[in-house]
């Protein structure tokens, strides 16, 4: 007797733990559809768009508008959103740095101000370009002191980024400061 009241209960355990996924799915399922929804303006018939005279012109019949405006709902919905413009910006405004290197394209070439002997973990590097990028993991003492040398600073795996004085060199891990 005692061995069907365990297996009862595992049943009714494993039950209620698929019960338990299935809610978690349609919850996820309806914040889904309602952001969905919510992303999409709601559709403006074509007698609110056009102006009555001109819309008269055209001559279309109650029936072929009615057709008309299904088709544009029916289109609007298949489409994607727009894209959003940004901001114009005026000309001759200087473009700030992008503050979240994680999402540039590419590696960063410029030039360090200044000396550099070396260095080890706390490192500020100070660019030409008014990038700070302070070192996290690596230390290096160079045999020559460099002046203004040209670097260049790699993204790697995970928002990862290195610091390269020169290729034959290890490379400082960084992160940018400003």
Known sequence: MKVQHSAAIEHQQAVEQAMRRW?????????WLAATAAAQAPYVA???RVDPQELARVGLSPAQLQTLNRLLREADARSP??????????????TPAPMFPGLDD???????????????????????NGQQWQVLKGEMKLKTSRSNPDIVVVPGIAGRWFLQVDEDLPKARVFRIR
């Open 106 to 128: 590419g590696p960063i070439n410029a030039k360090v101000t200044g000396q550099v002997d070396g260095w080890a973990p706390g490192t500020v590097f100070t660019l030409d």
């Open 46 to 48: 074509i007698e609110q």
């Open 81 to 94: 959103a727009p894209p959003v413009a940004a901001a114009p910006v005026a000309p001759g405004t200087p």
């Open 23 to 31: 809610q978690v799915l349609a919850g996820v399922g309806m914040v």
